[in-house]
């Protein structure tokens, strides 16, 4: 992979996880399967040849970094620091990506903090060189476990949000994405789309796993162009619909309007001289203009992946399943990750009472099970303590509390250091108080 960069997104702060994070574990820190979830995305980085990365934090993960990480995931890693504009805001991808982007010599493999997956990234590399594409993406099946489940702290099953994603079966080029809740009853696709490329497969069943590879002629644009701070719900889309533009010949002062960026300014980017075309393949989906020169050098390409394990955990929902499936991970891959009998992951320090059972969880370290309890399909991180005769399924136990002996719990979130009192009942809850990160 010495044709990319790896850059690992990690600056968010999880705002759709606030029932498990607190000012002492960010986002990127939350364990998945007793491991910070950071470890993943880095472990299939290693898997695909790369021998470092780079790891955007955000400013106040400054001074706390873990410096056996490097070890355990076998790279090098270059820790970047970025800062919002104002202290309650949320970093964009690609406003994250512009803070370091005097880094980025290559292309750029861009992938998320959250993503869980066993997926080999050299597939979706091989056919980003191959079409010479401007942005390749990574797309897999929604997993049916996850739209089946319950979601702990709610009723019910979880709301996903779904993409309307176009790929044209064979050249795998992506013609069409956009959210669902973008269009109403119809979905418009323009005639020149139809025209060049007559079959397309419209799917709403594929999840965006979050990884990017981009060109780095897309570079300079997007650091000039500051308006477009998301990679998924902002540039995506817009490289979508650019390939259909007609490119101009050259830039006029009418392309510009009060000093600022218009649509085609991105074409002044765009690679145009013989030299830059060496490279570029001449699949059956590269159109030429009358001149001998493409009609559009954006190109935008899909890649499936199907039949992979790849789980995102940026959501409550995502986080429980990532856990529940994390034993089936491949041992090659995420050696650190240590199954047990009964589909368990279990940590060290980890003290069972007689006659306790545990089914299908992961247990952080320090957790003590109690005598005649029963813990099936949850996740207890660091700490907790479970009383004699408990009852706990579906949930998630955030750290260092207590569950009182004979308390009932299905489908809960357990908010850090919230006590539940003995023989409580709750079902489908947010037990204790929100942290704001």
């Known amino acids: 992979m010495i044709d990319f960069q790896a850059v ?24 998945v399967a007793n491991l910070p979830m950071i470890y993943y995305p880095l472990r299939a980085l290693k898997n695909a040849g790369f021998t470092e990365a780079i790891v955007i934090l955000p400013s106040s993960a400054r001074g706390r970094i873990d410096d056996s990480l ?10 970047e620091f970025v800062a919002a504009a104002a202290a309650e805001e949320d970093l964009g991808t690609l406003q994250s990506l512009r803070q370091i982007v005097t880094k980025i010599k290559k292309d750029v493999l861009v992938v998320g903090c959250d993503l869980v997956t066993d997926f080999d990234f050299t597939l979706v590399a091989n056919l980003h060189r191959v079409r010479n594409a401007t942005m390749t993406v990574l797309l897999a099946p929604a997993s049916q476990s996850l739209r089946e489940s319950p979601v702990p702290g709610t009723r019910g099953k979880p709301k996903l949000e779904r993409d309307l994603v176009g790929i044209e079966p064979g050249t795998q080029r992506l013609v069409l994405f956009n959210a669902e809740a973008d269009f109403e009853e119809t979905v418009t696709v323009r005639r020149k789309v139809l025209k060049e490329h007559s079959i397309v497969d419209v799917r709403s069943d594929l999840v965006d796993a979050h990884v990017y590879l981009l060109n780095r002629w897309l570079l300079p644009y997007l650091l000039k162009d500051a308006s477009i701070t998301t990679i998924k719900g902002e ?81 409550v929902a995502g986080y429980m399943e990532a856990n529940r499936q994390a034993y089936q991970l491949s041992k090659e891959i995420f050696p650190h990750v240590t199954p047990g009998r009964f589909d368990n992951i279990v ?15 992961v247990l952080g370290q320090n957790c003590r099970i109690g005598a005649q309890a029963k813990v099936s399909d949850s996740v207890l991180l660091d700490g907790v303590t479970v009383g004699d005769g408990v009852s706990i399924q579906g949930c998630i136990v955030c750290g260092t509390q207590e569950i009182g002996a004979g308390a009932v719990l299905k489908n809960c979130v357990v908010a850090h250091k919230k006590n539940v009192a003995a023989e409580a009942k709750h079902s489908n809850e947010v037990l204790g108080t929100f942290v704001e990160i």
């Open 347 to 361: 940590a060290d320090k980890v003290e069972f009472g007689e006659k306790s059972s545990v089914r299908h969880c």
């Open 70 to 79: 490097a070890d355990r995931v076998g790279l090098r890693i270059d820790y």
């Open 235 to 315: 540039l995506v889309p817009l490289l979508t619909r650019y390939q259909f533009k007609n490119a101009p010949p050259k830039q006029t002062s009418e392309d510009v309007v009060d000093g600022e960026q218009t649509e085609t300014d991105i074409f002044r980017y765009a690679p145009k001289s013989g030299s830059d075309l060496l490279g570029l393949d001449l699949g059956d989906d590269f159109n030429l203009g009358d001149t001998g020169t493409p009609k559009n050098p954006i190109r935008c390409y899909a890649y499936v992946a199907e039949g992979s394990f790849l789980v995102r955990t940026n959501t």
């Open 8 to 31: 690992v997104m990690a600056a968010g702060r999880g705002s759709r996880l606030t029932e498990l994070l607190t000012a002492d574990c960010l986002k990127y820190q939350l364990p």
